[in-house]
C-alpha cells in the first residue's frame, strides 16, 4: 500500500486502538471511514483487492455510535476539515485538486494541529507543478513529504475511486469535463484493454480503457451514480478538414485515420496508446493527426462553431465498440 495512504489509515485506526471489537470489524470501520471522510468512491477496492462491483458494506452506524464522545469529536473534526478543505479548494479555482489536497493533509500533517485552509490552498493555486507544491507545504508545514511517494500514493487513490472534483459541470456532457477526464485518466495512471472505457479491470484491479472506450466511458459515466451505463455504445463524431484550423479549445478530438485521442489544451492530446501499455500525454506535433473533429453527444463553446469546415456535406460518422460493463 502507498505510504502515504497508509498514514492517512494509520492516523484514523489510533482512534480505534482500544476498541473491544474484532481487528476485522475496526479494519472494514478504518477503510470505510476514510472513504465517507474524504474520498469520493471506496478505497477500500484497493486494500480487498476487489472488482467494485463485488465491494460489500457493512452496516457501520452500530460501530461508530459504540465510539467514545472524545473519539466521535475527533472523526468529525476529520470529517469538517475534508469539507473546510474542499470549500477553500473550489474558492481559488483548484476544485479539481480536492482529493491530492485532502490526502495530504490527513496524511503528513502529524504534528497540525490546526491550520488556515485557505492559506493552504492557496499553496495549490500558486504551485505550477507537484515538485513546487510538495517543497512549498514542507516548508510552510514542516512536513516531510516525499515527492515520489506522493506520486504513487495520489495515483494509487485516484486510480481505484472517480475524482468527483474534476467535473466543472456534470450535469451535462460538454468539452471541459471530455478534457477533464483525458487528463484523470492519465494522471491517475489507466492501462490500455481493448473494448474498455474506464472501468476497473476485473482480473488487473486497475482501471483500463482503449481509444473509443475513453470517450464513450465519458458518456455512459453518470458522476451523481458513480457508476457507468450502458449507453450510448456508439461513437458519433464530425470531422474537419486540416489541424491549422482547429480551436485552441480543450475537448475537442484529433484523429489519424485509426486513433483518437482528446485534446487538453497546450498543445497537449491525450489517448491509450496500445504500444506502450497505458494513457500517454504527448505533444500534438507528435503525430501525423489527419483531421480534428467533434463529438456529437459533447456540448462545445461558441468559438467551436465559428468557422467550420466539415470533411464532407454529411460529415457525421460513427464507431461502435462495446465496452465491458
Avoid at 187 to 199: D, E, H, P, R
Avoid at 299 to 313: G, I, K, Q
Wanted: hydrophobic content about 45%; some cysteine.
Amino acid at each position: 500500500m502507498p505510504a502515504i495512504v497508509a498514514a492517512a489509515l494509520k492516523k484514523i485506526a489510533l482512534l480505534l486502538a482500544t476498541d473491544k471489537r474484532t481487528w476485522k470489524a475496526v479494519f472494514w470501520i478504518v477503510g470505510i471511514i476514510l472513504v465517507l471522510l474524504f474520498l469520493p468512491l471506496i478505497v477500500i477496492l484497493a486494500l480487498t483487492q476487489q472488482p467494485e462491483q463485488s465491494i460489500i458494506q457493512p452496516d457501520i452506524s452500530s460501530y461508530l455510535t459504540g465510539l467514545s464522545p472524545e473519539k466521535m469529536e475527533n472523526m468529525q473534526d476529520f470529517q469538517n476539515a475534508g469539507v473546510q478543505i474542499a470549500d477553500a479548494m473550489a474558492a481559488v479555482g483548484m476544485r479539481k485538486d480536492t482529493i491530492k489536497a485532502q490526502l495530504i493533509y490527513i496524511s503528513a500533517f502529524e504534528t497540525v494541529e490546526e491550520i488556515d485552509f485557505q492559506e493552504y490552498a492557496n499553496l495549490f493555486a500558486a504551485a505550477p507543478d507537484d515538485a513546487v507544491l510538495i517543497e512549498s507545504v514542507n516548508e510552510k508545514y514542516g512536513s516531510n513529504i516525499v515527492l515520489e511517494d506522493f506520486r504513487r500514493s495520489y495515483t494509487w487513490v485516484l486510480n481505484v475511486t472517480m475524482n468527483e472534483y474534476m467535473f466543472s459541470d456534470p450535469a451535462t456532457k460538454n468539452a471541459a469535463d471530455l478534457a477533464a477526464w483525458a487528463e484523470n485518466a492519465y494522471v491517475s495512471g489507466w492501462a490500455y484493454s481493448a473494448g474498455s472505457g474506464g472501468q476497473m479491470h476485473e482480473e488487473l484491479h486497475y482501471r483500463t480503457t482503449d481509444a473509443v472506450g475513453l470517450l464513450l466511458g465519458y458518456l455512459q459515466y453518470d458522476p451523481a451514480e458513480k457508476s457507468f451505463r450502458n449507453e450510448p455504445q456508439t461513437l458519433y463524431y464530425t470531422p474537419y478538414e486540416g489541424l491549422d484550423s482547429m480551436p485552441d479549445v480543450a475537448g475537442v478530438g484529433v484523429f489519424d485515420g485509426e486513433l483518437f485521442a482528446v485534446y487538453v489544451g497546450g498543445g497537449q492530446v491525450i489517448f491509450p496508446s496500445a504500444d506502450c501499455g497505458f494513457v500517454v500525454k504527448e505533444p500534438l506535433e507528435n503525430r501525423d493527426w489527419t483531421c480534428w473533429c467533434t463529438f456529437d453527444a459533447v456540448t462545445y463553446p461558441p468559438e467551436v462553431y465559428a468557422a467550420l469546415n466539415p470533411t464532407t456535406e454529411d460529415a457525421t460518422d460513427e464507431i461502435n465498440e462495446d465496452l465491458e460493463e
